[in-house]
Nanobody, 126 residues
Framework: VQLQASGGGLVQAGGSLRLTCAASGGTFSNYNMGWFRQAPGKEREFVAAISWSGGTTYYLDSVKGRFTISRDNAKNTVYLQMNSLKPEDTAVYYC????????????????????WGKGTQVTVSS
C-alpha cells in the first residue's frame, strides 16, 4: 500500500487546513488509518485515527475539538480537517495504515503500523 499525504502549507494562527492522504495498491477498507506528526527536535506523536469503517475515532487530547479525521472508502482517501490552528501544531504530518484486524487505541503504536506515507509540512505562524 502506498500512501501520499498532501494539503500542508503555511497558515496563520487561528486558520484552517485540510490534509488529504490518498492510498493506492491495496484494499483501503482493510485498514484503519491514522495521522501522526513530528515537530523539529521532537519525537513523532499520534494525532488522530479512524477505524476501517469510520465508526471509531481517536484524537490526541490537545487537538480534540479542533481537528476532525474522516475517510471516504470509495475514494481511498482519509482526511484531517484542522481548525483553530496554533503555532504548536507546526510539524510534518504523516498518514499511516494499520490492518483492520486490530482494534483499539493501541493499534496506533509505531510497532503496529503497517505502512507510512511521506509527510506534508504544516507551519502555523503566530
Amino acid at each position: 500500500v502506498q500512501l501520499q499525504a498532501s494539503g500542508g502549507g503555511l497558515v496563520q494562527a487561528g486558520g484552517s487546513l485540510r490534509l488529504t492522504c490518498a492510498a493506492s495498491g491495496g484494499t483501503f477498507s482493510n485498514y484503519n488509518m491514522g495521522w501522526f506528526r513530528q515537530a523539529p527536535g521532537k519525537e513523532r506523536e499520534f494525532v488522530a485515527a479512524i477505524s476501517w469503517s469510520g465508526g471509531t475515532t481517536y484524537y490526541l487530547d490537545s487537538v480534540k475539538g479542533r481537528f476532525t479525521i474522516s475517510r471516504d472508502n470509495a475514494k481511498n482517501t482519509v482526511y484531517l480537517q484542522m481548525n483553530s490552528l496554533k503555532p504548536e501544531d507546526t510539524a510534518v504530518y504523516y498518514c499511516a495504515a494499520v490492518g483492520n484486524w486490530c482494534s483499539g487505541r493501541g493499534c496506533y503504536a509505531d510497532e503496529v503500523i503497517d505502512y507510512w506515507g511521506k509527510g506534508t509540512q504544516v507551519t502555523v505562524s503566530s
